[in-house]
Structure formats: C-alpha cells, structure tokens
C-alpha cells in the first residue's frame, strides 16, 4: 500500500508563489505516473497536473498552463507542484495522486492512491 502526504499549502496573496511537495511511502514510486488535482468549495475535483514515472512526459490543465510546474524526484519519493502568479481562483484543497502505470492521466477514477488534501487559498 502506498500512502501519499502532501504539503506546503498556505494562504498567499495573488500573484505570488507556493510550492506543494507530496511524499510517498513505499518501495514502487519510481513505477508509478503521478498527478495533482484540485477542489474548490462547492465543485468538482478537476485535473491540474501529471507526471509520468520517468518525469519524461507531463501535461497540465489549461487553466494553470505557463503558470503551473510539476516534477518528482524518484530519489526522494517526492512529487513537486510549483506554482506562480497565483489567482484567487486557484484557491481550493490540491491533492496528490498515484497511478500504477507508466503513463498519466487526467481521469480521477484511473489514479490508485489520493493524499489526504492540503489547502491553498488566494486571497486577492
């Protein structure tokens, strides 16, 4: 079982930066894809980020493009999330995924493993 804990979530003001790490557990996190997804109140958790398990291929939501930056270090099981110019829109609880498989998703219902949140508000 791989269990997942993020962090670095905070409030900041628009326009400035946090970096969210995730840390996992286990032996098999070089062999799985991972991904960052987002909940804002009232809506549904939607896609942000993912990384293959070679850091070879990423993909991210058009919404934090240019702005966004995913990568890992297999060395230390840790997934990263960095993220500029911050919107008040941005705001909500960013979890991490693990996937069991070579390749990303976008689809919430194909990720193995799920953090336990950590929240970022933006105030503006």
């Known amino acids: 079982q791989v269990q997942l804990v993020e962090s670095g979530g905070g409030l900041v003001q628009a326009g400035t930066s946090l970096r969210l790490s995730c840390a996992a557990s286990?032996?098999?996190?070089?062999?799985?894809?991972m991904g960052w997804f987002r909940q804002a109140p009232g809506k549904e958790r939607e896609f942000v980020a993912a990384?293959?398990?070679?850091?070879?291929?990423?993909y991210y939501a058009d919404s934090v493009k240019g702005r966004f930056t995913i990568s890992r270090d297999n060395s230390q099981n840790t997934v990263y999330l960095q993220m500029n110019s911050l919107k008040p829109e941005d705001t909500a609880v960013y979890y991490c995924?693990?996937?069991?498989?070579?390749?990303?998703?976008?689809?919430?219902?194909?990720?193995?493993?799920w953090g336990q949140g950590t929240q970022v508000t933006v105030s503006s």
């Open positions: 995924a693990g996937r069991n498989n070579a390749y990303y998703s976008t689809l919430i219902n194909q990720y193995d493993y």
């Open positions: 286990g032996r098999t996190f070089s062999r799985q894809s």
């Open positions: 990384i293959t398990r070679s850091g070879g291929s990423i």
